[in-house]
């Protein structure tokens, strides 16, 4: 459990947070850019290849490694039994961490290391039609769409049928107890390098100079999350009831959209808001919240699926022949059951919210500042002495918020299924 709670942590905090953390635990030593931008990634992506790891060894076959570790020795095994049946979930982490780097312009715009994420997000601000630089995509896009077979294998191989929670107790047997020490020990520190600027930060005034961003910020992210969660819950059943094959090509598809950047998720709200009847969207900060949800429902949904539980069979039949209605079958039948799921969903999509940028500098209404959006303006124009401060509210609203609604999945979640 504290294994899967430091990733969701370590995921949901924002590379801003961490490229703050890093600079100050550093002091006075000088990086360059590019070393920077590399640390900061790697420490904010580095969940992704734990998750698809953890997944990957439910895939194992258990009873043949079993039999080869009484009668081999442990590098021996892991060289020729473990990292075969490994080779597609660390060939795919590696591909998932290079095209999300390679569409993340936010830092290295803070690092002063050039990248063509930055280019294009810069084109999207200073065009007077945002929509005519759409084009400048095309890199991004090309390399989302060039990892579709091996996100195919991914989505068919793993994620849509290695989520078995009650396997874990006999991966254990397969692990020594020394080697997940080592691993909860490094997803703390990750984790920690944005708590650890606690003890540097100056608090003072922080609630006073940023109280209007914090108000602002968990009831925004709050709605963009329970609407994703919705999204997310509907598909994901959509999703479930499908074959193996079928449900496959549409973790394909979430997994595409993950990796295109977030300004040309904005873009197409933005378009969407100017259709006839729709122009509603352009009130308040209707168009953030609908942004932000559509930017973190593909992961909510990949992670829904995962986590379903099959219905049973002879119960829906029953329920169709009786004609009971959807609305009450939801109310009294699958909500008392599948509240854990929904807990866990919404809070996933308040901590993704809470660090989502691109979306949140196209959108954002007039008047209207995030927490997220303040930081990285602070850092920008060089104003360090509310970075720390905030920098760490952000963080305590990622660990409450977060670790709440994980730690009521995990108490309410069905136990026993292999």
Same mark, same amino acid.
């Given at each position: 459990m504290m294994a899967l709670l430091g990733v969701v942590f370590v995921f949901g905090v924002s590379p801003v947070v961490n490229l703050a953390a890093w600079q100050e635990l550093a002091g006075g030593l000088s990086l360059s850019p590019m070393a920077t931008t590399v640390i900061v990634l790697a420490a904010s992506y580095c969940a992704i290849p734990t998750l698809l790891l953890v997944?990957?060894?439910?895939?194992? +076959?258990?009873?043949?490694?079993?039999? !080869?570790?009484?009668? !081999?020795? &442990?590098g021996k095994v892991v060289r020729h039994i473990l990292l075969p049946q490994l080779r597609l979930p660390l060939l795919a982490a590696g591909a998932l961490v290079f095209a999300m780097s390679f569409t993340h312009g936010e830092v290295t715009t803070l690092t002063g290391y050039p990248v063509y994420a930055e280019e294009f997000l810069a084109r999207i601000v200073l065009s007077d039609d945002p929509l005519d630089s759409a084009a400048a995509a095309l890199p991004q896009v090309s390399v989302a769409l060039f990892l579709v077979p091996l996100l195919h294998?991914?989505?068919?191989?793993?994620?849509?049928? *290695?989520?078995r929670p009650g396997l874990f107790d006999r991966i254990t047997t397969l692990i020594p107890y020394s080697s997940c020490c080592i691993t909860f020990l490094a997803l703390s520190t990750v984790f920690l390098l944005p708590a650890a600027m606690v003890a540097r930060a100056g608090f003072e005034g922080v609630f006073d100079k940023h109280g209007v961003a914090l108000a602002s910020t968990v009831p925004l992210?709050? *709605?963009?999350?329970?609407?994703?969660?919705?999204?997310?819950?509907? %598909?994901? +059943?959509?999703?479930?009831?499908?074959?193996?094959?079928?449900?496959?090509?549409?973790?394909?598809?979430?997994?595409?959209?993950?990796?295109? $950047?977030?300004?040309l998720m904005a873009l197409g709200t933005i378009e969407l808001s100017q259709v006839s009847g729709l122009t509603w969207l352009r009130h308040g900060d209707t168009l953030m919240v609908l942004s932000h949800a559509f930017r973190v429902a593909p992961l909510l949904v990949i992670v829904l699926v995962g986590?379903?539980?099959?219905?049973?069979?002879?119960?829906?039949?029953?329920?169709?022949?009786? *004609?009971?209605?959807?609305? &009450?079958?939801?109310?009294?039948?699958?909500? $008392?059951?599948?509240?854990?799921?929904?807990?866990? !969903?919404?809070?996933l999509g308040f901590i993704l919210t809470l660090s989502e940028l691109p979306t949140t500098v196209l959108t954002v209404a007039p008047g209207t500042e995030t927490v997220i959006l303040r930081l990285y303006n602070l850092m920008h &124009?060089? !104003?360090? +002495?509310?970075?720390?401060?905030?920098?760490?509210?952000?963080?305590?609203? %990622?660990?409450?918020?977060?670790?709440?609604?994980?730690?009521?999945?995990?108490w309410g979640r069905p136990r026993g299924r292999a």
């Open positions: 997944l990957g060894l439910f895939r194992l +076959d258990l009873a043949g490694t079993e039999a !080869a570790a009484l009668c !081999a020795p &442990y294998a991914l989505g068919k191989n793993v994620l849509s049928a *290695s989520w992210a709050m *709605s963009s999350a329970m609407l994703a969660t919705i999204m997310a819950r509907a %598909i994901a +059943d959509m999703a479930c009831q499908l074959g193996n094959d079928a449900r496959a090509l549409v973790l394909t598809v979430l997994l595409v959209q993950v990796l295109l $950047p977030g300004s986590i379903h539980k099959v219905p049973d069979k002879g119960e829906q039949a029953f329920l169709a022949m009786m *004609s009971v209605t959807r609305w &009450y079958r939801f109310l009294h039948l699958q909500l $008392p059951r599948q509240w854990p799921e929904w807990v866990l !969903a919404f809070g &124009y060089g !104003a360090w +002495d509310g970075v720390k401060g905030l920098a760490c509210v952000q963080g305590g609203l %990622i660990v409450l918020i977060g670790g709440a609604c994980f730690g009521g999945w995990w």
